[in-house]
C-alpha cells in the first residue's frame, strides 16, 4: 500500500524529534515552577529556558515572551477591549476582537491607514502571501511565518506578536504573545499571577518546553537552507499544476509569498470535493484555514481579493514542509491534474 502523503502543514506540523525529546526529559520534573524549593526551581529554569529559546528564534530580545494555550488566546489578550482594526484576510482568532474595515488589493496587500491601531498578519495561512508591514503596528501574527521565513520581532517595530508552536515542528495547545517591554496588557485569565501577570495558571511545562526545543530547531532549519528546498518543490509543483491554459489559477503567484504555500482556484470545482478526492487518492490537502475545515461556505480571504462567489469557494490549499520529497510532489500532482481532468470533463 502506497504511503499517505501530508500535505497540510499550514494546518499543524508533525512534532519535531527534538520537541518530543524535551518533552520526554521534562516528564520526570515534577515540581511547580511557581514553587521556591529545589523541585519547583528545576520546573522554573525548564520555562525560562525555553523562553530564551522563543526569544531568540524569533528575535525578541527584550520583549516579554508571555506562554498561553494558543496563538488564540494571545490574540484575544493582544486585541480584545482596544478598538483595533483590521482587514478581512485576517484569521478569524483576530478578527473577532476587531473592526474588518481594511481593504485587501487583488494581490493580497492590505492598505493600513493607522498603524498603532491595526492588526495585521504578516504571512496568510490560505495563500500564504507576506505583508510587507509598515513600522508601529499594534498587533501582527506571526503564527505562519514563524520558523518559514527570516523574521525578528525586534525588526518588525510592532507592539506585540502571536505565535504558535504546532505551526513550526512543537506540541499543539501551547503559543505565546510577544509583548514590547514596557507595554503592559490586562490579563484576561486571572488567579495565581503566572506568567508576569499576564496569564494566569500553572504553566503547561510539557508544552512549553516543547516549545522552546521546536522553536530552536526551527531556526537553525532556516539558517541551513532548509525552507529554500521547500519552495524549490513548491515552484515545481506551481509550475505543473498550472502551466495549462488559464484554467487553475495560482493565487499570489507573482508577489512574496511563504516558501511552502500553493493556492489554487479552479473555478466550478469545489474545494471540499477536491478535498475529499486526494484524500482518498492519499493525500491530505486543505481547502483553507484548519479553523474553517469542515464549514461550507466561501473564503473570506478571496473574498476580500475579489474573487467571486464561484472562485472563493473552489479554492484547494497545498502546504508543504521539510519532510515532502520531489517524488511526493510528482505523485500528488498527478493524481490532482487527473481528477481536474475528470472534473473538466463532465463540464463538458
Known amino acids: ?22 518533552m520526554i526529559a521534562a516528564m520526570d520534573v515534577a515540581g511547580n515552577p511557581s514553587s521556591v524549593h529545589a523541585e519547583g526551581r528545576a520546573a522554573k529554569a525548564l520555562v525560562e529556558k525555553a523562553r530564551a529559546q522563543v526569544s531568540a528564534a524569533l528575535g525578541a530580545d527584550g520583549a516579554d515572551v508571555v506562554f498561553v494555550s494558543s496563538a488564540t488566546e494571545a490574540a484575544a489578550l493582544a486585541c480584545a477591549g482596544r478598538g483595533l482594526v483590521c482587514s478581512e484576510i485576517e484569521h478569524e482568532a483576530v478578527s473577532a476582537w476587531c473592526d474588518a474595515v481594511l481593504r485587501t488589493d487583488a494581490n493580497g496587500q492590505v492598505a493600513v491607514d493607522d498603524p498603532a491601531r491595526t492588526a495585521l498578519q504578516l504571512a496568510n495561512s490560505e495563500t500564504g502571501i507576506l505583508q510587507a508591514l509598515p513600522e508601529g503596528l499594534a498587533v501582527s501574527d506571526l503564527t505562519q511565518a514563524f520558523g518559514k521565513v527570516p523574521v525578528a520581532f525586534n525588526w518588525l517595530g510592532c507592539d506585540m506578536a502571536l505565535v504558535s508552536a504546532h505551526k513550526l515542528g512543537g506540541p499543539k495547545g501551547i503559543g505565546a504573545l510577544v509583548i514590547r517591554r514596557g507595554l503592559d496588557v490586562a490579563a484576561q485569565m486571572k488567579g495565581g499571577g503566572q506568567e508576569m501577570g499576564r496569564r494566569a495558571g500553572t504553566e503547561n511545562i510539557l508544552g512549553i518546553v516543547g516549545f522552546g526545543a521546536a522553536a530552536e530547531a526551527a531556526a537553525r532549519d532556516l539558517s541551513d537552507g532548509v525552507w529554500e528546498r521547500v519552495a524549490e518543490i513548491r515552484n515545481i509543483l506551481d509550475s505543473s499544476l498550472c502551466g495549462e491554459g488559464n484554467v487553475t489559477i495560482s493565487v499570489g503567484k507573482d508577489v512574496a ?6 493556492c489554487l482556484v479552479t473555478p466550478g470545482w469545489k474545494g471540499e470535493t ?14 483553507g484555514s484548519a479553523c474553517s475545515s469542515g464549514k461550507v461556505r466561501q473564503s473570506r480571504v478571496l473574498r476580500a481579493m475579489g474573487f467571486d462567489e464561484v472562485g472563493a469557494s473552489s479554492a484547494l490549499r497545498i502546504s508543504l514542509g521539510p519532510d515532502v520529497t520531489k517524488d511526493q510532489a510528482d505523485r500528488f500532482a498527478d493524481a490532482w491534474t487527473k481528477a481536474r ?8
Open 1 to 22: 500500500m502506497t504511503p499517505r502523503v501530508y500535505l497540510d502543514w499550514n494546518a499543524t506540523t508533525p512534532l519535531r524529534p527534538e520537541a518530543r525529546a524535551a
Open 257 to 262: 509569498r511563504l516558501p511552502n504555500t500553493l
Open 274 to 287: 477536491q478535498v475529499m478526492q486526494m484524500d482518498l487518492a492519499g493525500f491530505a490537502v486543505s481547502a
Open 341 to 348: 481532468a475528470r472534473h473538466l470533463a463532465r463540464l463538458a
